[in-house]
């Protein structure tokens, strides 16, 4: 390479020294940063005699130096002559900057060590990054800026920490807020508008809903009609919590307000995000069909792709649905479906609502425990603990080490406590109830009568989400059988069948304690005793999910087929009763006599 270039006549050699700062050369930003109108015939010359550089499309409009020999070129051009050196890929910057290509703009502005310009490029790009998805991309070309010139880009300072929350960043996204606060020098700031979009968000991505939700309220009243960016994220915030305190119809008027401010702010996530919880709503409501069309619906109408979709942020709007749509699909007993939706799920990296991933989490845990597959729970529980260490989010192991405790049959129960009545439930409770883990463990260790007054306190609070109030329900119809109150409770599971029936969703009764198929049967025997013509359906609802329970039990059977030899289904069920302190005529009345009879 160095032959070839001293074979060069000085002018050829400046000319490839001045191109050599180019990742992409054009003859029109050739003869801008050279001055030399003979730019076209000089590049098509050396291209012929394959001199190192090659023309990229067929046009002959683009051209590329070979990475050796512009290693070469840049290596000498900057040491001897570096004032130029700078000097051209200003030049570049500014070409590529009038032309519109601003990644290439900001790449050379860097390379020419021209702050302003770095800055301007940025603040003109910024937002374009984050709509786009392409957050790391964002944090990469700004992590060398000082502190104290991004104090004076408000706009700019805003949009990371924005990014820094939807990537997790809360340490990070923490220390830039502190920025806005620098009242000593920047007083300014503390009044511009973003920086009231910026606590509710952070105390979001925190797992602080409820805390958001005041920040959010305090902060929309400040905020003018017109700031798009800044208002919809914190109305529909609002709207989150008020779905949390089953305040329903309040809820979709925010979310509709910020679907709005959305469409108007040519906000493609956000809207992805505003129907993803739509879609929700109907979930929560029981109407599981309408939820499955609307999620299906997301990312696909013309409306969609006037907002810019393409192939690329499409796969982040399918992440954005991923948890919650799967969520669906796994309480209608349809796991192909959820299988397909959980591979966007992504470890819930891209994830800023910490329900989503924790509910992510949840059902790749129970799908590796319904195929008893050890492996794949132990490699859910490291993601989950690494995760939660990193995003300081200790909700998410501390839930997903208590669904693999719950998994063993033979599990070490914790001391339980006196569950503590709240009327407000995060999305994963409404969802998965996992907050009813330690009731139901109650039930079983002699405290069904505490468990009992919590769940009554559950029922009269949250009827209007008919899958809550089912799975609670049935848990209450499980301690009214541990108290030996055996018409109540098939009083109370029948109430929570009857609720079940309109919506599709089973895994609320094939997921809860085998004690429940005990009581089904029961229930069967009480009902046929009565007689009554309205009991039918019932009865053959009943007998569907023994179906359902039975061909889960089949496959499970071959699934815990191997080399070592497993216990069997009954013998598993000896020891769970074994466990809750069953005398010896108990486990034979409720495992033996029925397969007798």
Known sequence: MSRFFLQQDPEIQQFLLQ?????????ALVIALTGNPAAQQILDVISQKGLFIQAIDEQRTWYRVHHLFRDFLQSKFKLLQPDAYQQMHSKAAEWFKQQRYLMEAIYHAQQAEDQQLILSLLNSVCRELILEGRHYTFLELVKQIPDSVLVQNPNLLYDIIWTLV????????????????????????LQHEDQLGLAPLIAVLEDKLDVAYTFAQQNLAQLASTAYFARAP????????????????????????TRIIYLQGHNLYGVAMVDCIDALCDYLLGDLTLAAEKFAQVGQSEEYRKLGLDDDNKAAIMNILSSFKADLYYEMNQMS????????????????MPDMVVVGYILQMRLATLHQDQAAIQVCLHQAHTRSSQWSLPRLAQTIQAYAQQASPLSAL?????????PYLNFTHLLRGDDLMLVRQQIFMGQAEQAKEYLSQQLA???????????VQILFALALYQLKQHEQAFDAL?????????????RVILDEDPLIWDMLNGLSQYL????????????????????????????????????LEALSKREIQILEKLSRGCTDAEISESIFCPSIQ
């Open 166 to 189: 939807l990537t997790h960043q809360v340490t990070l996204a923490n220390h830039y807020l502190q920025l806005w606060h620098s009242v000593d020098q920047h007083e300014t700031l």
């Open 19 to 27: 191109i050599s700062v180019l990742r992409k050369i054009n003859p």
């Open 234 to 257: 914190l109305i529909g915030i609002v709207g989150l919590y008020h779905i949390c305190l089953g305040q329903m119809s309040e809820a979709r008027k925010l979310l509709l307000q």
């Open 494 to 506: 029948q109430q929570a069948l009857e609720t079940l029936m309109p919506t599709q969703a089973v």
């Open 337 to 352: 479906q959820v299988e397909s939706a959980l591979m966007d799920f992504k470890g819930g990296d891209h994830l800023a």
């Open 414 to 422: 914790a001391d339980t406590e006196q569950a503590v009545f709240q």
């Open 461 to 471: 609070f949250f009827r209007i989400y008919p899958l809550r109030f089912a799975r």
């Open 528 to 563: 046929s005793r009565q007689k009554q013509k309205h009991t039918v359906v019932l009865l053959e609802y009943i007998q569907q999910l023994q179906k359902l329970n039975q061909a889960e039990s089949s496959v499970e059977a071959l699934i815990g087929s191997s080399g």
